[in-house]
């Protein structure tokens, strides 16, 4: 049990040292709605994008139904948001960019600061970058555009392809689903929109992300993804925030729809700085023989609530929830992963890996369900916990539905504490101890990073890294 | 001067005291034997020099190389030249033999001030086969995790790979023959005596004589209930073979049982 509750500023103060991600550009914004939210900045926001009647109007319903539900009464703690003193819309420049060097100084210097040009140019085939609402620069390789990938920014395909967006936007994350996916229902701005046709294999990741700059920001990017029969994408986001004494919200919502033998595997690495409101809603549908993989890691933030979803609806489908989970001081990660078994002999794996310390709070949550007639599926769920000290705390709430009696299933929860015999083994080759202790921990979650591409592998270890520095001695 | 001195050590765990004043100087590259019946204190004292955190130094001092070794950290001792070769070593589950040795490898190989001087990797290539050849170990054995579903031996090999590349002033090697064959006492004992020399001494800690027929103590103490109760030459260790431990009040023998 958490002994001490650290305040955000406190907690703050204690990421200070090690948050890398902190400093922010002070600029001035093309345009910004008021502070606050109201039906009236909903239809201005759409106006301004001057969208088709009919995603207004969705957004006008999804509004109203976000400000009659009730706040969720489990997970984190979110009665201290305060929905009043945030900024739902800002659009920092005019343009979107095609290049790193049509953006003002202080963005590019962000960017390369957070080392996103020099990415693109390494290993990546795509590339969008949002700063707070809007999409500044977005690039495709020629090949990929040439056998017709589309990847733009959510906006963008909703003006390009608007047929696609009226037959599936909203249809596997409904504006009604929950409190923060009809918020961003309302008031959602950037993201991307990816369609890979049948066949299709892209091979190297497309990359989108999200930067969140000014003070009381609110992020609520909308991402669609359709891969076709028998196609596939890995699609990687990032996301840092500067470190404010104030809180921003960051609320996405993402659907992904995989078609027939296709195959997505959508990675993120959550880095937010820890006065960050992270709600998220995440959710794929994968049809017959498709293959959905959730790798979820979450290093930052204040609060986050995320449970990446598939919805195996198709026979044969597979999916997969990879998650890692790191709290430190003042952090809480209530995350996990769901999975509903539709269709017969359709299997699944959740695998959590959670790691507490300074007084952080980590949680999984997870729901295994299995519907009536989904015939020899099989599933299995793995988590284990790491706790570093002992003013840290992890909770397992693992929700297990089955319909169906003909299925296999298991599941698997540990606790560990990192032990003191471990901690002196190490030392006595030399290693300090924040060294020792993050060997034990990047050990610890290397079942999942040995699934990264090797750029995310050395980027998920050496934030680990900077985690573990800075409390230690 | 001594490159280990011990005067009047006392150190307890859990406030029971286990070693009662004990004074020893082990001079460079010197080998010494330190045997004892079970609960005579020998763990306790190889916990203790490498500084372990359960136990509690209440008094006397510990000095390697002209250092207050008990004002540092495990890490700093290994720096300074001192290893031990754990009973017990502990799993490290997800870390690659191979690279938590280079890491400890760079570990030492850092600066006065902390700046990096990392090992290239063909160099690190070359200084860790060399020694698995030496030691007669699995090329495998690199990318296993470390000492994670190890078998006794493999533990065992693995711990004096870790000491002939980080090549340490001071061995220490706690009980390193239980659990081992002869085969396997022979591969490890090998190793040891291929190292030691001038540049390393040892500290070799055993409860039976079996182990100091392949490495040849030049002093042997016999520790008894947290104190050296005697000294000799490696004579003595024939004299604990054939009459056990009797001699010091203790009813138990220096040679494996069955």
Redesign the interface.
Known sequence: MAKTELTPEEAQATALGEYKFGFHDDMVPFFRTQRGLNEEIVREISAYKSEPEWMMEFRVKAYRHFVERELPKWGGDLGRIDFDNIYYYLKPVEEQARSWDDLPDGMRETWDKLGIPEAEKKYLAGVGAQYESEVVYHNLQKELADQGVLFADTDTGLREHEDIFRELFGTVIPYNDNKFAALNSAVWSGGSFIYVPPGVKVELPLQAYFRINAENMGQFERTLIVVDRDAYVHYVEGCTAPIYSTDSLHSAVVEIIVREGGRCRYTTIQNWSTNVYNLVTKRAVAEKNATMEWVDGNLGSQLTMKYPAVLLKGEGAHGEVLSIAFAGAGQHQDAGGKITHMAPNTSSVITSKSISKDGGRSSYRGLLQVNDGAVGSRSKVVCDALILDDESRTDTYPYIDIKENAVDIGHEATVSKIGDEQLFYLMSRGLSEAEASAMVVSGFIEPITKELPLEYAVEMNRLIQLQMEGSVG | MPDLSIRNLHATIDGAEILRGIDLDVDRGSVHAIMGPNGSGKSTLAHVL?????YEVTEGSITFRGTDVLEL???E???LGI??A?QY??A????TVAN?LR??VN??RRGPDGEENPIRIPEFRKLLQENMEMLKIDRSMTSR?LNDGFSGGEKKRAEIL?MAV?RPRLAIMDETDSGLDIDALRIVSEGVNHLSGPDMGVLVITHYARLLHYIKPDVIHVLVDGRIARTGGPELADELERDGYAAFGVDEEAVPVG
């Open positions: 490498m500084g372990h955190p359960a950290e495990p890490d001792r290994s720096r290893f031990l754990f070593p502990s490290i589950p997800g870390v938590f890491m400890a570990a030492h995790y870790q980080l």
